[in-house]
T-cell receptor, first 114, second 116 residues
Framework: AQSVAQPEDQVNVAEGNPLTVKCTYS??????LFWYVQYPNRGLQFLLK??????LVKGSYGFEAEFNKSQTSFHLKKPSALVSDSALYFC????????????FGAGTQVVVTP | DVKVTQSSRYLVKRTGEKVFLECVQD?????MFWYRQDPGLGLRLIYF???????EKGDIPEGYSVSREKKERFSLILESASTNQTSMYLC???????????????FGPGTRLTVT
């Protein structure tokens, strides 16, 4: 079975500082990994995905994620956080042998202070 | 741009009522999903449909049923609403691709359901 863990319920960062949101995964076979963001009272928005290829994946709104196979991690990063990045972030992994189901982590609340 | 719409943003129902939540997507996606989102629990899959009239139970199907009569529309039904079904309900859709891994799901804005 596959799973994802987001070890931090909340991440606090000052505006302009680097932002990192952690995700570790467990999956048999090749992992397909995703990051989503949810703004208050909205649905989830797709940020980026790792399927294969370069370990550094670039996505929307200046976000990127680093895939590390040996550490089974897929951390989301942004070099300089904005107040508008305050939101709930979800990591997800494709469910093996499914038609496209994803297993989501519990989410990490990011708070960026001015 | 992919668009997934849900019939209501906010809904208040009474215990025992039958509740219908509807979801429509305009991208010709084969897959459609219903999740519920509760604080600290992330997203939990209720039901999944990979084709018209086809459905598969997710992690928490009890108390729910679904209907998919047309490719673009996926309905979630609460047969007899209970207070523990008060939650945010999210619909999503995606391609069912075996040759190109376009697995990302696209979400609707959500329906916040309160059962009193």
């Amino acid at each position: 079975a596959q799973s994802v863990a987001q070890p931090e319920d909340q991440v606090n960062v000052a505006e302009g500082n680097p932002l990192t949101v952690k995700c570790t995964y467990s999956v048999s076979g090749n992992p397909y990994l995703f990051w989503y963001v949810q703004y208050p009272n909205r649905g989830l928005q797709f940020l980026l995905k790792y399927i294969t290829g370069d370990n550094l994946v670039k996505g929307s709104y200046g976000f990127e994620a680093e895939f590390n196979k040996s550490q089974t991690s897929f951390h989301l990063k942004k070099p300089s956080a904005l107040v508008s990045d305050s939101a709930l972030y979800f990591c997800a992994v494709r469910v093996t042998d499914s038609w496209g189901k994803l297993q989501f982590g519990a989410g990490t609340q990011v708070v960026v202070t001015p | 741009d992919v668009k997934v719409t849900q019939s209501s943003r906010y809904l208040v129902k009474r215990t025992g009522e039958k509740v219908f939540l509807e979801c429509v997507q305009d991208m010709d996606h084969e897959n459609m999903f219903w999740y519920r989102q509760d604080p600290g629990l992330g997203l939990r899959l209720i039901y999944f449909s990979y084709d018209v009239k086809m459905k598969e139970k997710g992690d928490i199907p009890e108390g729910y049923s679904v209907s998919r009569e047309k490719k673009e529309r996926f309905s979630l039904i609460l047969e007899s609403a209970s207070t523990n079904q008060t939650s945010m309900y999210l619909c999503a859709s995606s391609f069912r691709s075996t040759s190109s891994p376009r697995y990302e799901q696209y979400f609707g804005p959500g329906t916040r359901l309160t059962v009193t």
